[in-house]
């Protein structure tokens, strides 16, 4: 059998055609959950499917005393664990053959030379060409240090027609200022085609296939405009609370953490023109110019709002307050749930509010970006007949259960004229046989094929900053959040949000 045939890879299987060159991907933070729980069984499950190159090496960074046999043994668990295709034998070897670490500290230029001295040796035994990903899965904090030891070391400085990039996790940054200080430090070492933010939300299928619903269907396209949509509704819920995590969200919160990146990029995905085409620059065009065409609102009070979760019953069990969490301030003002209300001032959506929403311990774990159209201009029903029918509306559900579903009125059986609301749902699990990618098996595939598609751009995460940062300074400045109880759908402050404008927000 070749190095990494794959009995399991339909050659007809066109969602991840493309295989990697000659390449190594080196993790700093290796250790961290990430890694473990994400990063290294998507290495494997892209290797598992045969697109990764017969002598792919991964190397392991962090301060832990291990052999190369330590870390492959690390990596086995976490595959185990976390992988999405089955575990076979014959590609765990070929793949464990090019693992290897390198232990010691960010500011250790020992431990750096041995880095650059393992690399260059992969080059020579497993044929990774000088081509190397470093993959910063660690705290923003500690970024501008690695970046300067690779460039203190050579390991930046592509030769040959070899490829150095670099892979930079959110957040980036926490307002413009912060975004603006890592952007100088990144593009004074990389240039901005080896740069890769990554977003995952934008690795997933269902976010891919807002464009492909858009512009590749002659019955959505025309509608998608003012003149038919009355508001758009961006969500992302989570069942959960804080999990430990104080530490990193206690000053950030869910504006930062969420709408800052994941939504803001939804919104420019649902809300773009068509792209000349679908390579990186053109796509980057149009994100940029929605984003930079956001209308903030005048009322900042009438149509923000931040809230805390307090203690509540969440899936049958008691849940404490965002206040009460281990490591929290408890005087802290960090918001766990945020709703803004957002214009675009361009033709297609002048006049279309645009609503973002946001929290941790909801109702429920869902992502979904809905398209509510206007009612009828004209109705020739009796206003009974039409009493339980709502609005139409077109919703793409991200997670957990992708897909989409368009919400209709169709008259009810019998022999009187009752018109009632009705869906028609594509469901990803249904439709098709084979499963979906995990997000960072696309991402980092993309990184290693130089592919920046699925990858904001500096533009996009500046301009996300410029509308963010307004309102966090406005929160900062005017009161305390408001208050909501765990397992609820937010605070009522939100409902009335809409209710002002006539309007409710959905029940996922």
């Given amino acids: 059998?070749?190095?990494?045939?794959?009995?399991?890879?339909?050659?007809?299987?066109?969602?991840?055609?493309?295989?990697?060159?000659?390449?190594?991907?080196?993790?700093?933070?290796?250790?961290?959950?990430?890694?473990?729980?994400?990063?290294?069984?998507?290495?494997?499950?892209?290797?598992?499917?045969?697109?990764?190159?017969?002598?792919?090496?991964?190397?392991?960074?962090?301060?832990?005393?291990?052999a190369d046999e330590d870390f492959a043994q690390v990596v086995h668990d976490a595959v185990k664990e976390h992988a999405r295709t089955p575990f076979r034998e014959e590609v765990w070897n070929q793949l464990a053959e090019g693992f290897r670490f390198v232990p010691g500290d960010f500011d250790d230029d020992t431990a750096f030379a041995k880095l650059r001295k393992t690399i260059e040796e992969l080059d020579e035994v497993r044929g990774t060409g000088g081509n190397y990903a470093f993959y910063l899965s660690i705290p923003p904090k500690f970024f501008s240090t690695v970046i300067g030891q690779l460039k203190e070391h050579g390991l930046a400085e592509q030769e040959g027609g070899s490829w150095r990039r670099v892979v930079v996790e959110k957040p980036f940054g926490t307002d413009l200022a912060t975004a603006r200080q890592l952007n100088a430090v990144v593009s004074e070492v990389f240039a901005q085609e080896s740069v890769f933010r990554i977003d995952h939300y934008l690795g997933k299928e269902t976010v891919q296939n807002i464009l492909a619903f858009r512009f590749s269907n002659a019955m959505f396209e025309p509608v998608w405009n003012c003149n038919y949509v009355d508001h758009v509704q961006i969500t992302m819920a989570e069942d959960i609370g804080i999990g430990g995590r104080a530490g990193y969200y206690d000053g950030i919160g869910a504006a930062r953490d969420v709408i800052q990146n994941h939504l803001l990029q939804l919104l420019a995905l649902t809300a773009m023109e068509e792209p000349a085409s679908f390579d990186a620059d053109a796509l980057a065009a149009e994100k940029t110019k929605v984003l930079g065409a956001v209308r903030l609102p005048k009322d900042l009070g009438r149509d923000t709002v931040r809230a805390q979760y307090t203690a509540g019953w969440q899936g049958g069990a008691k849940a404490v307050g965002y206040l009460?969490?281990?490591?929290?301030?408890?005087?802290?003002?960090?918001?766990?749930?945020?709703a803004i209300k957002l214009g675009i001032d361009n033709r297609r959506w002048a006049?279309?509010?645009?609503?973002?929403?946001?929290?941790?311990?909801?109702?429920?774990?869902?992502?979904?970006?809905?398209?509510?159209?206007?009612?009828?201009?004209?109705?020739?029903?009796?206003?009974?007949?039409?009493?339980?029918l709502g609005s139409n509306a077109i919703v793409i559900r991200v997670q957990p259960d992708e897909g989409v579903t368009v919400r209709f009125g169709s008259k009810v059986p019998g022999t009187s004229m009752e018109i009632r609301d009705v869906s028609m749902d594509f469901a990803y699990g249904e439709s098709f046989t084979e499963s979906s990618p995990e997000a960072y098996e696309r991402l980092i595939l993309d990184v290693l094929l130089g592919d920046s598609n699925l990858f904001p751009r500096t533009e996009e995460v500046e301009l996300s900053w410029k509308i963010l940062d307004p309102i966090e300074e406005y929160w900062d400045k005017n009161g305390k959040p408001a208050r909501y109880q765990a397992g609820t759908w937010g605070p009522v402050e939100a409902d009335e949000m809409l209710e002002r404008d006539g309007r409710s927000w959905r029940r996922p």
Avoid: C
Wanted: no cysteine; charged share 25%; proline share 10%.
């Fill in 1 to 66: 059998m070749t190095p990494h045939a794959n009995p399991l890879r339909d050659p007809q299987d066109r969602r991840l055609p493309r295989i990697a060159g000659p390449s190594s991907l080196v993790i700093f933070g290796v250790t961290g959950d990430l890694s473990r729980k994400k990063l290294m069984p998507a290495v494997y499950d892209l290797a598992n499917r045969g697109l990764l190159p017969p002598g792919f090496s991964l190397v392991g960074f962090a301060r832990r005393d291990w």
């Fill in 324 to 338: 009460e969490e281990e490591g929290t301030d408890p005087d802290s003002k960090t918001d766990t749930y945020a």
């Fill in 351 to 388: 006049g279309v509010p645009f609503y973002l929403r946001t929290g941790k311990r909801l109702g429920r774990r869902v992502t979904e970006i809905a398209v509510v159209f206007q009612r009828a201009p004209h109705s020739p029903f009796d206003t009974t007949a039409t009493e339980e």
